[in-house]
């Protein structure tokens, strides 16, 4: 039986839908990437804004025609499987099963009840705040970064965010288990490591803590690189600084969600830092490491949020001149408190406001990425390029993906490349031998 995965969000969710096919290649179905052959299509998705869950509603619905012509079966797992549970069923009648984030070990036996019990709708969503898939040691296949989760779920309750409500309580994975999965990631040839988590800077296992873990896996000899998302303004420790500047496989790369710059809206949002606080750690990781590229997530139109209030937001991402910025208009998620603040900000005005956020950004990543020409980057290649058979793909250590001429036995090297030019988001290069 072939089941195709599609999977939606962060790479939380990318890391995930690894662990649901390893579950299901355990228990003899096959993973298949054409879409057409599949017996099952389960999408993992997103809650985090309306439109994630719109988009993928709409995928459903075009998928759903064939199942009149074939015994197609049709599951939603992830966030909103865990936030609208039966009421998926509700919303639509062809979705076939519901699986919750920590019940993913129980997918292969819905499967087989839907095909050979002929059962109706399955639904597992019981909420589970001790699993971490203990002992899973995800198949890896795809390019050649592996993602390793450290931990789940998320205590911190920003006021807008519905992760906590559908991911559960923070929890760590053993230190042992993480070590043993970079090991055995490296082996196999996947040199450059994510570690995943809601929050990785509060990564807390029997006396180990992030800054730890980041020293015990540098340790790890099988892997060339390390990095980590998503850091906490609140919890990343000068002990995690120091560890970052001292590992050498620790990449000069940090994704440190800012969401605003000014200090009342942070407050309402209960991230717990200030816009001051946030500059500090900037200048400090600068300091450590100054080549680091710093990334963050910033939302625009959070409720009550005055036009002064933007601006302040606006001047920090002036100021601290991020390499690269996930910018967000403000999704109200039910069951989350800025949902119920009763000042919401009209829809134009958010949208307005974001594309403000959106063009700054986009000339500060410009400047970012010419102030790269000239410089010797190392490159992990990990593809053929997208645009032509000739050139090659990868990555430097500061995130920046990097085109140059070069054939498919370069995959899986690091070599040294000259930047020569920098195209939107991409930097271009030429080999040094
Ligand atoms: N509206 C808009 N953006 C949001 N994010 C989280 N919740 C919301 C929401 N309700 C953004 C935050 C977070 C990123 C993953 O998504 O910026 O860091
Ligand atoms: Fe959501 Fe805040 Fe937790 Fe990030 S830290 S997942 S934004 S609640």
New binding site residues.
């Given amino acids: 039986m072939k089941i195709f995965i599609e999977t939606y969000g962060?790479q939380m969710n990318v890391a995930d839908s690894e662990l649901v096919s390893t579950i299901l290649q355990d228990n003899k179905f096959q993973i298949t990437k054409n879409v057409k052959e599949a017996d099952v299509i389960i999408f993992n998705t997103c809650s985090?804004?309306q439109n994630a869950e719109d988009r993928v509603m709409g995928r459903i619905s075009n998928e759903m025609s064939r199942k009149s012509k074939q015994n197609l079966k049709i599951g939603v797992i992830g966030c909103m499987a865990q936030r609208l549970q039966d009421k998926l069923h509700e919303m639509n009648k062809e979705i076939d099963f519901v699986v919750g984030v920590d019940q993913y070990k129980q997918i292969p036996e819905i499967i087989e009840n839907l095909f050979e019990k002929n059962t109706t709708f399955q639904e597992a969503t019981l909420v589970n705040n001790d699993e971490i898939y203990k002992d899973l040691y995800p198949h890896r296949g795809g390019e050649l970064n592996a993602f390793v989760t450290i931990m789940r779920g998320c205590n911190n309750f920003?006021s807008?965010?519905?992760?906590p409500h559908t991911r559960g309580r923070e929890r760590s994975r053993p230190l042992n288990d993480i070590l043993k999965e970079v090991e055995i990631a490296g082996k196999n040839g996947f040199k450059d490591v994510t570690l995943l988590g809601q929050n990785v800077n509060s990564y807390f296992f029997e006396g180990t803590n992030f800054a730890q873990l980041l020293r015990n896996i540098n340790n790890i000899k099988t892997i060339e690189r390390v990095r980590f998302v998503?850091s906490h303004p609140k919890d990343l420790s000068d002990e995690v600084i120091s560890a970052m500047a001292e590992c050498n496989k620790v990449c000069e790369h940090l994704h440190l969600?800012m969401?605003s710059g000014d200090n009342d809206i942070l407050a309402k949002m209960n991230r717990g830092y200030t816009a001051e606080h946030y500059l500090n750690i900037v200048k400090k990781l600068r300091k450590a490491m100054p080549e680091i590229a710093i990334t963050t997530?910033?939302?625009a139109g959070f409720p009550g949020e005055t036009e002064e209030q933007f601006q302040k937001t606006y001047d920090l991402m002036e100021k601290v001149e991020f390499d690269y910025a996930?910018t967000?208009?403000?999704?109200?998620?039910k069951g989350?408190k800025?949902a119920e603040f009763t000042n919401q900000i009209d829809e134009n005005v958010r949208l307005e406001r974001l594309q403000r956020l959106i063009k700054l950004q986009e000339s500060i990543t410009l400047k970012k990425y010419k102030e790269q020409i000239g410089k010797i980057k190392d490159i992990y290649v990990e593809k053929i390029s997208k645009k032509s058979d000739l050139e090659v793909a990868g990555k430097s250590r500061d995130f920046k993906i990097t085109v140059f001429e070069g054939d498919k036995s370069l995959i899986g090297q690091f070599v040294k490349v000259k930047i020569i030019d920098a195209v939107g988001w991409t930097l271009k290069g030429k080999i040094i031998k």
Avoid: L
């Fill in positions: 962060c985090v804004r920003c807008y965010c519905i992760v998503t969600a969401q997530d910033i939302i996930f967000f208009k403000y999704s109200p998620r989350t800025a």
